[in-house]
């Protein structure tokens, strides 16, 4: 990717995550970006639809990159998801209640408004159900309670997302960690 | 309420639950209100914000009454629970998959961008928090054990109808629900 191009994909995820697709005008991605207004449609001839589409899947991406890197270093699956949820909360903290998740904004807006873009927010979470469920086979749980417990894990964090930026507070996020990471060791100790 | 005004808020719940606050236009709401534009302006004269303020104090305190109903007509906190959930889904079917939250998809938009419809959407949650754990209460759970519960309940929830509406599938509500239902099961278990 050339710089151009990253830091116009940097400025809308960073857009869209705290302001929605709705409320982000192309004129203020470019001015983030530093970039010549004409560039983004160089790079994008699709305009604003385009970019959002590989925004979601390119911020989809880093945040599953995220999600495996903890898991990496985890010990196993119970640090890694209260691992996960934390530095969350950290995060949160650290941007003054901004940085949540990469697209749940944009999937919320788009559900019943924007099929293509839909449809691109349904690829990243099935690409992060995937990939949580493949993990959690990994770590000795069963084919088919693997993905309950991804879809179950992840649901708590979104949820968990909305509430915390709403009230401020990390207090959402750490008793859904705690939910999570109580999921994980019920699953565990069944499957083993 | 004025028969007028009510449809306004009405329409306006049904817009920014379907669409988001940044999307929907006032000229949009009369519209489908069939209200005259100026009387939008009559019943809040604060525009479009205090009609969003309004909306979402108004479509929060009929979700909280949603709540109460089906949990009086449950004969326990498991069975509520459950049916809560999977009345949720089956709403979501019957509306292709564009009526969940009423506030969700505003509460996101708004929370690094408008300070007073942020704190509308943090009461709305607080008291769904509230109610939520004083109902698990009655039930028998411990007071702090039955907040915990509640916000994981309601992170599920919350976060099971962001995967939903973006996947188009009932699967992440259902998966969701369990998990919660057995969140219930297991704090009855430790509070009995």
């Given at each position: 990717?050339?710089?151009?191009?990253?830091?116009?994909?940097?400025?809308?995820?960073?857009?869209?995550?705290?302001?929605?697709?709705?409320?982000?005008?192309?004129?203020?991605?470019?001015?983030?970006?530093?970039?010549?207004?004409?560039?983004?449609?160089?790079?994008?001839?699709?305009?604003?639809?385009?970019?959002?589409?590989?925004?979601?899947r390119w911020s989809g991406g880093l945040y599953l990159q995220l999600f495996a890197t903890i898991a990496m270093?985890?010990?196993?699956?119970?640090?890694?998801?209260?691992?996960f949820?934390?530095?969350?909360?950290?995060?949160?903290?650290?941007?003054?209640?901004?940085?949540?998740c990469p697209i749940?904004?944009?999937?919320?807006?788009?559900?019943?408004?924007?099929?293509?873009?839909?449809?691109?927010?349904?690829e990243v979470f099935d690409s992060w159900i995937d990939a949580a469920?493949a993990y959690?086979?990994?770590?000795?749980?069963?084919?088919?309670?693997?993905?309950?417990?991804a879809?179950?894990?992840l649901?708590?964090?979104?949820?968990?997302?909305?509430?915390?930026?709403?009230?401020?507070?990390?207090?959402?996020?750490?008793?859904?960690?705690?939910?999570?990471?109580?999921?994980?060791?019920?699953?565990?100790?069944?499957?083993?």
């Amino acid at each position: 990717m050339t710089d151009t191009k990253e830091r116009i994909m940097d400025s809308s995820a960073e857009l869209f995550r705290r302001q929605g697709y709705t409320g982000t005008g192309v004129k203020q991605i470019a001015a983030m970006a530093s970039a010549p207004f004409g560039s983004l449609y160089h790079f994008f001839p699709g305009g604003k639809e385009q970019l959002g589409e590989e925004v979601i899947r390119w911020s989809g991406g880093l945040y599953l990159q995220l999600f495996a890197t903890i898991a990496m270093q985890a010990p196993d699956p119970i640090t890694a998801v209260g691992d996960f949820f934390s530095g969350a909360a950290e995060t949160l903290r650290e941007t003054d209640y901004a940085d949540a998740c990469p697209i749940a904004t944009v999937a919320l807006e788009v559900a019943s408004t924007n099929d293509p873009l839909r449809k691109a927010t349904a690829e990243v979470f099935d690409s992060w159900i995937d990939a949580a469920s493949a993990y959690f086979v990994a770590g000795g749980i069963p084919h088919e309670q693997a993905r309950e417990l991804a879809l179950s894990m992840l649901c708590l964090l979104e949820g968990a997302f909305i509430f915390s930026r709403a009230m401020r507070s990390t207090e959402p996020l750490e008793h859904a960690g705690a939910c999570a990471v109580a999921a994980v060791r019920s699953a565990l100790s069944h499957g083993s």
